[in-house]
């Protein structure tokens, strides 16, 4: 993987693609991937944060911050949407978790 965000004070011009999205009863919710780019944690184990920035939604693995590694967030496109609540779902992102080994 050549994505790489470097630090939470600059804007990632690379992604990961589009985030994807169902929509709820409520409103739009975003699904994400259960595992970090680094395929070192699950993040719902280890702790997370996300966020969206301008049209992009971030995934932070708290862990791999904590341990200062370069590719501890998920970076998608949100093309402006804004989700109302987040579910954990690897479907439609398996593509990106099949380059990076489970820990
Ligand atoms: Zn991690």
């Not at 990961?16 to 739009?28: C, M, S, V």
């Amino acid at each position: 993987m050549t994505t790489r965000v470097t630090s939470s004070d600059t804007e990632a011009q690379q992604t990961h693609g589009p985030a994807h999205y169902r929509t709820a009863g409520h409103g739009h919710q975003v699904l994400v991937p259960t595992r970090c780019p680094s395929g070192l944690h699950q993040l719902s184990a280890t702790g997370y944060r996300i966020y969206e920035t301008d049209r992009t939604l971030h995934v932070t693995c708290q862990s791999c911050v904590t341990d200062d590694r370069p590719n501890h967030t998920w970076t998608f496109t949100t093309d402006g949407r804004q989700a109302e609540s987040a579910e954990f779902n690897n479907t439609p992102y398996a593509h990106l978790l099949t380059d990076t080994p489970l820990a």
